[in-house]
């Protein structure tokens, strides 16, 4: 399996540390709102990540942390708590809206068939972990405390820049970020905040330094030591988290433990809307809702994602997303029809040649940096095959539906959906073959019709009638 690293910013070979298991850590939801759908595409591809690793016989294990603390509007540690800040707004408090939106968010996980992760840790159930990681850092002479918490000096960790090629003599102080005049840099970045003086915040702690609340990054690298070790083989996360947040999780694990955080850093790019990246911010965000409220399926987005290569930016739009709905119903018409097909006693020796070589196909093209689009053509060339076929045995219907569990295990999604038909469909379905011969296409069309609009279509080979379903 090769993955393009962002630390070496070459494709690499994964050579995982414990083959045959894989550990991998991808930065999850910061949950103060719902996910939109930009969120959603990084989220989906962690998952056909983690798929294509066990489809090619990997152990994975995969930590997907929630924050729902520290992650302040500013991601220079500047600003309000997120979680604050929408507490405040919608006068509630602060675990009240982390419970919320973390629940809305797991279910999320399931309406769009993305695998559980083997760990959801919170940051607030780490809260101790976090500390002992300070402490460490502090040890080791590391930090320093100025007014408003415990920062990390930069300085002292001269490997800052290697992530994000940063170039620290060109950035101006404050030209990043915003100033805090305390900083002795401005890229120093909080490790531990402290409460206001005046005031109780909802979620707050004693540590050794005072009353407050870890800094964003180090709930990262403390999750990732507690369930992964030192040293991971996958590190995930979209781009923007390269230049600050994956940069300071580096810099903060290396220099405590002393060995690499990762070996491979997987970067997602980012989904765009009208030009500009789809952002909670910016508040153009479009969310699963808005999606099924226009009747399209949550398996057609999940379909848009995997048409689409992470690493390049792609642009959303709603014409898009209905053509991956509509290839999504092509897929189930070309597959589905097996049930009604003619039947035949001989075994179609082709089909699964073809079927071989198309797994290994999807395989290597997902091996080769998660190509997605390659992979799902090559699952559309097979489907031509099959949607030109009409004799089927019943070990062809076998070998079809364990190919379907496959391309589900790969992608996620159903090509083979069986549907059995009332006694007035069948009749429906006789009537009009009936029709067809006596040439009556008017009552042909209308029985057709008639069968559409109960979500079952219909395709002629020769005298057969093949119906599957529309959806
Ligand atoms: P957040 O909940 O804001 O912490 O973001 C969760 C994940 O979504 C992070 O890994 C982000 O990099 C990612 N993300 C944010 N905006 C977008 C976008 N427009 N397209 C794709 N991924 C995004
Ligand atoms: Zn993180």
Redesign the pocket.
């Known amino acids: 399996m090769k993955l393009y690293n962002t630390l070496s910013r070459q494709i690499d070979e994964l050579k995982p540390i414990n083959k045959p298991e894989v550990s991998i850590y991808?930065?999850?939801?910061?949950?103060?709102?719902y996910?939109?759908?930009?969120?959603?595409?990084?989220?989906i591809r962690y998952d056909l990540l983690v798929r294509s690793l066990k489809a090619h016989n990997y152990k994975t294990k995969w930590v997907l942390n929630i924050?729902d603390v520290g992650?302040l509007v500013s991601d220079a540690d500047q600003g309000e708590d997120?979680l604050v800040k929408k507490a405040l707004k919608e006068n509630k408090d602060a675990y009240a809206i982390a419970k919320l939106y973390t629940d809305y968010f797991i279910s999320g996980l399931s309406r769009l068939n993305i695998l559980k992760p083997d760990f959801m840790p919170k940051a607030t159930d780490h809260i101790q972990e976090q500390i002992d990681f300070i402490k460490v850092l502090e040890e080791k002479g590391l930090t320093y405390k100025i007014s408003d918490g415990i920062y990390f000096d930069v300085a002292k960790f001269p490997q800052y820049i290697k992530l994000a090629r940063l170039n620290l003599e060109d950035q101006v102080d404050g030209a990043r970020v915003e100033v805090n005049p305390e900083k002795h840099r401005q890229i120093d970045f909080a490790l531990w905040k402290f409460s206001p003086s005046s005031g109780k915040r909802d979620m707050e702690w004693d540590s050794p330094w005072g009353k407050g609340f870890p800094g964003w990054h180090i709930e990262c690298s403390a999750m990732a030591l507690k369930y992964l070790g030192p040293t991971m083989d996958i590190h995930?996360?979209?781009?923007?988290?390269i230049p600050v947040h994956h940069t300071n999780e580096i810099a903060q694990s290396e220099a405590a433990n002393g060995q690499p955080l990762a070996n491979i850093w997987f970067?997602?790019?980012?989904?765009?809307?009208d030009g500009s990246?789809?952002?909670?911010s910016l508040d153009n965000g479009i969310n699963l809702e808005d999606i099924e409220s226009r009747n399209i399926s949550l398996e057609a987005f999940r379909l848009l994602v995997i048409q689409s290569n992470y690493i390049n930016q792609?642009q959303f739009t709603f014409e898009l997303l209905s053509g991956a709905q509509s290839s999504l119903k092509n897929l189930i018409r070309d597959f589905s029809w097996i049930y009604s097909g003619v039947k035949t006693n001989n075994e179609n020796k082709q089909l699964r040649t073809n079927i071989a070589r198309t797994k290994r196909s999807m395989l290597d093209f997902m091996a080769d940096n998660l190509n997605t689009p390659r992979a799902l053509s090559a699952l559309h060339e097979l489907a031509s095959y099959v949607s030109n076929l009409n004799q089927i045995s019943d070990d062809d219907i076998l070998v079809i539906e364990k190919f379907n569990i496959f391309v589900n295990e790969l992608f996620g999604i159903n090509i083979v959906k069986k549907i059995s038909l009332t006694n007035d469909q069948k009749k429906l379905i006789s009537d009009r073959k009936n029709y067809r011969l006596d040439k009556n296409w008017d009552k042909a069309d209308e029985s057709r019709k008639i069968l559409e609009e109960q979500g079952i279509g219909l395709r002629d080979v020769g005298e057969a009638s093949l119906w599957f379903p529309l959806d």
């Open positions: 991808t930065c999850g939801p910061t949950v103060y709102d996910p939109h759908i930009g969120n959603w595409f990084t989220f924050t992650h997120k995930a996360g979209g781009i923007d988290h970067h997602t790019s980012h989904l765009s809307i990246k789809i952002s909670k792609s």
